[in-house]
């Protein structure tokens, strides 16, 4: 079953007000999107991150011409080969080359990874907190009220952007808006040193609905990490850029996180994204994965959840939460899943079992100018 044809779709999108994080502002949102086919006419989707000028060039010099002719069902060794040249388009080659092999057995993405052990996932509604309105507070608590009235029950907002004073009256505001009806998640995006994070630990330690503090120091400060989770009252989340299991790794031998975080976007392939999982699981910590940068990356991440044991008894909820992102995105809507009170159903048909909305695609299809 060879490859026969590889169409590609860049989508942009210019934001009509910028928002962000500790990174600062995000004055537009893009996606790359391509549809792989075989000579017998199965399809299957795959979805990069990336600026979109290097992955056009990338995938029509060299991605493209290298994986015509080939076998479709041969997937880890040609992820394997264009990982060598940039991993986030191996990341998306290897969720295409999963469904074409899921759909050539008659499968779901699920059956073909063994069957799932639920139905449906929980997902948190993912802020971008900051905006360059002079009320940046309000506006973000205005954004929260909206996601928790629509059914919610969790959320992640940013700090790490403003001075410790103005992130820590934002958070006050959010805990008096939520009156302890809805967990949250604080997301520094590495932003500061050990002393700072201490501060925030002292800060959230008279919350008890504090779900995890995401990444507050860069990731490769391991012995910090280490201290940190020593003394912190709440759980230490990330990893959501690192490529693969190998470099998790330090992370889970010298316990320096709770939570791991991978990216099926990513990293180098949804089978090693899954690896990370799995490990995970084997160190005896929960994982919950990143997702920000991508809709169809949200689906798999979904349905690797779904197939996940559940991290431990004695805990209430089944399965650790996917991210879902809620800020102005067009693209959320290129798949038809919908989050309802706070939870994602599985989709059970053949493939990814859902079609993606080609007006979209073709609605915002970038049109090559430089941004």
């Not at 080969?81 to 779901?108: C, D, F, P």
């Not at 505001?173 to 500061?192: E, F, H, M, P, R």
């Not at 008890?208 to 400060?221: K, S, V």
Request: charged share 20%; proline share 5%; aromatic share 12%.
């Amino acid at each position: 079953m060879k490859i026969a044809r590889i169409d590609t779709f860049p989508l942009f999108y210019p934001l009509k007000k910028p928002y962000g994080d500790a990174n600062g502002y995000k004055h537009y949102r893009s996606c790359f999107l391509f549809r792989i086919t075989t000579q017998s006419g199965i399809i299957g989707w795959g979805e990069c991150a990336d600026w979109l000028p290097a992955l056009t060039r990338g995938f029509e010099d060299r991605i493209i011409p290298f994986l015509i002719g080939k076998q479709a069902l041969n997937r880890l060794p040609l992820v394997n080969h264009i990982k060598q040249w940039h991993q986030r388009a191996a990341a998306g080659v290897s969720m295409a080359l999963t469904e074409i092999a899921a759909t050539y057995a008659g499968l779901s993405i699920c059956d073909l990874w063994g069957g799932s052990w639920r139905n449906s996932v929980p997902v948190y509604a993912s802020f971008q907190s900051y905006s360059d309105q002079e009320d940046w507070v309000q506006h973000s608590l205005d954004l929260v009220k909206k996601a928790v009235n629509s059914g919610f029950d969790q959320v992640k907002v940013k700090v790490g952007g403003r001075t410790c004073k103005e992130d820590q009256t934002h958070i006050h505001g959010i805990q008096d808006l939520l009156a302890g009806s809805c967990d949250v998640i604080l997301d520094a995006n590495q932003s500061y040193d050990f002393a700072t994070t201490c501060k925030w630990g002292r800060f959230i330690s008279k919350w008890d609905n504090i779900l995890w503090f995401e990444e507050p120091l860069p990731m490769n400060r391991v012995g910090d990490y280490k201290m940190l989770r020593s003394s912190l009252s709440v759980p230490i989340a990330g990893g959501e850029n690192l490529k693969n299991t190998e470099e998790f790794l330090p992370l889970l031998r010298e316990g320096a996180v709770d939570i791991t975080q991978p990216d099926p976007a990513h990293v180098v392939g949804i089978d090693e994204y899954r690896h990370t999982l799995f490990i995970s699981r084997q160190f005896g910590l929960r994982t919950s994965p990143h997702t920000f940068d991508g809709a169809l990356s949200r689906v798999y991440a979904l349905f690797a959840q779904a197939c996940l044991p559940r991290w431990s008894k004695m805990q209430k909820q089944d399965i650790e939460p996917v991210e879902w992102d809620v800020m102005d995105n067009p693209f959320t809507s290129i798949t038809p899943i919908q989050a309802t009170a706070g939870k994602v159903s599985i989709p059970t048909g053949v493939g990814i079992g859902m079609e993606l909305d080609e007006q979209i695609l073709n609605h915002y299809r970038w049109d090559g100018s430089l941004y």
